[in-house]
């Protein structure tokens, strides 16, 4: 640890599954991982923020398939290719010191050595798993774990799995996890413990399945090879092996282990609050401080999707509204330990008032006025009015204490309540103060510029406050300050600008977003893309007059259709064509039409074609039907027509 530091802090998010592109509710944890980083760096710790990537398992493996490469080229494309994870972090701003991939070298070959340490202190055993699987969730469950049927995390299918397997003693540690969750504050928020003594711990803690036989994208066993280390053990000692667990790659351990807090969304919790704890206890490791299981944001609250008509893509909407903007919505708007709504309207909402109205205001009404009033530099002779004053710069002075207790308890929304009271105050005070009347008067020059002396103090520790929110914003407003200081040692002191302060003009911080444009706009980029219909190139011989009017085309009503037997294609139509005898024609069209959904409708058909067999019955014309491709694939649909037109009507 440095001289100056206040100590060591560690903090990390889960790592991320590469195998879909992440949405804001993935950007939800790591913004708040970051502000809490950058938190603990401005107070003069340091910090170690560790984030990365969960790479194998049977999800990535089959995904991989899916799109014809290996599960590596997949996971590589999808972490380091353009719009990738390592690319949002960097346009997100978040500042982590180490990020790792579950498939980087120095993991694998330490989750093997741990493997084999507990398999050696006989906390693994070898038997036979069978069970349930879900897959989406890479966890197996019993049939009394479910939920009618189906997984109690995420409320999908599962499948029947067997096969040889090793299994962890997670039965031993059911007694000390106990102790660990009911008697310490190892896991906040303090409401999620009840589910997880009672839900898991109480019915019984069975031995968890930790190998698989049934696919191969995994840490090899390397001691029982067709053996994979169960994805959740590899995943979960990414946060040791990345100080240097187990490996030479770093060397870290010593100074940043145990983990001040693992953030955590609260379907994970757990993995982190019951089998990580109780893997540290079987290898006598310490115990992270703790594990916080924040909340999800929801749709309609329900999942987060991008098919629910709001942007969720964390990269158009930084696009559209920018990178701090959407990190102060993120936790501003919800409390973090509970689920919230997450909706455009709610986001545009928030940075018209509280960015653009309040904040924005503030600094360029300030900064203005100290421009118009008195050009370059405020004057050095100011005059105070305690009785005018008090409040505010008592509020500013007070507001570092009670934000550093809400950020403690990592109330990132009361924190920046708190902020945004005193930039409310601070708004009335100009309105108070009437500046633009004090500047009518010569006499009344030096209180004028103790007016904008105090606007501008609060600004600063404002700002200040507001960095590991909104760091770009913060440092904006700092040059707008005239460079001011905004280290921790001075937010809790009212008047350490210089008095003749010189500010910087620019342009507004947070222009006003139109809601009704802007949704509308957002509608329009969640549109589905529009399909890529090819269509057949036109005939370019020509047809003589007569000889089309040789095709009989005629309106026919279906009135029965059925499945050939051992046909996959054909469908039987017995038709009336309006000569009072049904007439029989087999239509390859069954891969897309159910029969009973034509029985009724009136279609067309060509009556003069030669009669022909198609298995061993015969057909006598054929029905017309329009032939497209969209996206690749061939789609038909028949040629319906007004059933107001007659059986047998000529089509010419
Ligand atoms: O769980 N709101 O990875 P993951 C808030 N690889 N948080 C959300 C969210 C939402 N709508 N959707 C997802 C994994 N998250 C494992 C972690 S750690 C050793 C292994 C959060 O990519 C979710 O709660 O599925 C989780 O904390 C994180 O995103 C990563 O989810």
């Known amino acids: 640890m440095c001289e100056k530091c206040k100590g060591n802090y560690y903090i990390t998010t889960p790592i991320y599954y590469p195998s879909a592109k992440l949405h804001i509710g993935h950007a939800y944890c790591t913004v708040a991982t970051d502000a809490m980083a950058r938190y603990k760096r401005l107070q003069g710790y340091n910090v170690k923020f560790l984030t990365g990537t969960d790479e194998h398992g049977q999800k990535i493996e089959d995904k991989a398939k899916e799109a014809g490469v290996t599960p590596q080229q997949y996971v590589d494309d999808i972490v380091l290719g353009e719009g990738g994870v390592l690319d949002l972090w960097k346009l997100m701003n978040i500042s982590y010191d180490r990020f790792i991939r579950t498939t980087d070298d120095y993991h694998v070959a330490a989750i093997q050595k741990i493997f084999k340490k507990m398999y050696d202190n006989g906390d693994i055993y070898k038997g036979a798993y069978k069970g349930k699987y879900c897959k989406p969730c890479e966890s197996f469950w019993t049939e009394s774990q479910l939920k009618d049927g189906k997984c109690p995390d995420c409320g999908r299918e599962v499948m029947d799995a067997e096969e040889e397997a090793y299994f962890f003693r997670l039965s031993k540690y059911a007694d000390r996890v106990q102790d660990l969750l009911e008697n310490t504050d190892f896991l906040e928020p303090r409401s999620r413990v009840s589910e997880m003594v009672n839900n898991f711990i109480k019915p019984g803690l069975e031995d968890l399945c930790v190998s698989r036989t049934s696919f191969t994208w995994g840490v090899p066993v390397d001691f029982d090879p067709g053996h994979v280390v169960y994805v959740w053990i590899d995943a979960l000692f990414n946060y040791m092996t990345a100080l240097g667990f187990e490996n030479d790659k770093y060397n870290d351990l010593e100074e940043f282990w145990p983990a001040d807090v693992h953030f955590i969304g609260k379907e994970i919790v757990r993995f982190h609050s019951i089998i990580w704890p109780a893997m540290l206890m079987s290898l006598d490791l310490p115990l992270p401080k703790k594990v916080y299981g924040h909340g999800w944001l929801l749709l309609d609250g329900g999942k987060m999707s991008k098919s629910k008509g709001n ?314 039907s329009a032939v497209h491709t969209v996206n690749g694939e061939e789609k038909l649909n028949l040629i319906m027509i007004d059933d107001a037109i007659p059986a047998g009507a000529k089509l010419c």
């Open 311 to 624: 942007v969720v893509d964390p990269y158009i909407l930084s696009e559209r509204f920018g990178v701090d903007a959407l990190r102060f919505f993120l936790l501003r708007s919800f409390p973090f330990g509970s689920d919230g709504n997450f909706s455009n309207e709610l986001l545009i909402n928030t940075i018209n008032v509280d960015l653009a109205n309040d904040l924005g205001n503030l600094v360029s009404r300030t900064v203005a006025m100290a421009h118009k009033y008195f050009g370059e530099k405020l004057p050095a002779e100011q005059a105070e009015n305690p009785e005018m004053d008090a409040e505010l710069v008592a509020m500013v002075a007070s507001l570092r204490d009670k934000y550093e207790e809400q950020m403690e308890k990592f109330a990132f929304q009361n924190a920046l309540a708190d902020i945004f009271k005193v930039i409310s105050r601070a708004n009335k005070y100009i309105d108070e103060n009437t500046p633009w009347v004090l500047a009518k008067s010569e006499e009344l020059k030096p209180r004028l510029a103790k007016v904008l002396y105090n606007l501008l103090e609060t600004v600063r520790v404002c700002a200040g406050l507001l960095t590991p929110f909104m760091p770009a914003t913060a440092e904006e407003i700092a040059k707008r300050l005239g460079g001011a200081k905004m280290d921790w040692d001075s937010l809790n002191i009212f008047g350490v600008l210089p008095v003749d302060v010189a500010c910087v003009a620019g342009p507004a911080l947070f222009p006003r977003i139109d809601m009704e444009k802007e949704l509308a706009a957002l509608e329009e980029l969640n549109k589905p893309a529009k399909p890529a219909i090819e269509i057949e190139p036109y005939a370019e011989e020509h047809v003589d007059f007569d000889t089309f009017c040789k095709n009989d085309f005629r309106a026919v009503k279906v009135k029965e259709c059925k499945n050939v037997k051992k046909s996959d294609k054909l469908l039987q139509f017995t038709l009336d064509d309006g000569t009072g005898t049904d007439r029989q024609i087999l239509s390859g069209i069954a891969k897309y039409y159910k029969p009973e959904e034509l029985v009724g409708k009136t279609l067309v058909a060509i009556t003069n074609l030669p009669p022909r067999k198609m298995m061993g019955r015969e057909s006598c014309g054929m029905l017309l």
